[in-house]
Nanobody, 124 residues
């Protein structure tokens, strides 16, 4: 089992920044591909970003490319999502997820473990 705990959400104005963190425990963190997803009210959960076990490969949703950066620190068992130039449409609950080995993935069904989520609200 892998336990994931997100933090760093909050309320910011449009144009601002937030950094989300996801702390993992329970298994060898570097064995896992990590991803960030989000779900807005009334919408399906959608892919945001993913990162390989080494951090050498990443992928992003088109809607966040150039604004969000995913990174990880395997020594701290933590994955981050730096979010800049935030827009009201980025408002959602953000979830981190872990996928055991393999390649990076944008499909949420590829992931084995999920955190409880952290709320991000962007005011206009």
């Amino acid at each position: 089992q892998v336990q994931l705990v997100e933090s760093g959400g909050g309320l910011v104005q449009a144009g601002g920044s937030l950094r989300l963190s996801c702390a993992a425990s329970g298994r060898t963190f570097s064995d896992y591909v990590m991803g960030w997803f989000r779900q807005a009210p009334g919408k399906e959960r959608e892919f945001v970003a993913t990162i390989s076990w080494s951090g050498g490969s990443t992928d992003y949703a088109e809607s966040v490319k150039g604004r969000f950066t995913i990174s990880r620190d395997n020594a701290k068992n933590t994955v981050y999502l730096q979010m800049n130039s935030l827009k009201p449409e980025d408002t959602a609950v953000y979830y981190c997820a872990a996928k055991y080995r393999g390649s990076i993935a944008t499909n949420d069904r590829s992931y084995d473990y999920w955190g409880q989520g952290t709320q991000v609200t962007i005011s206009s």
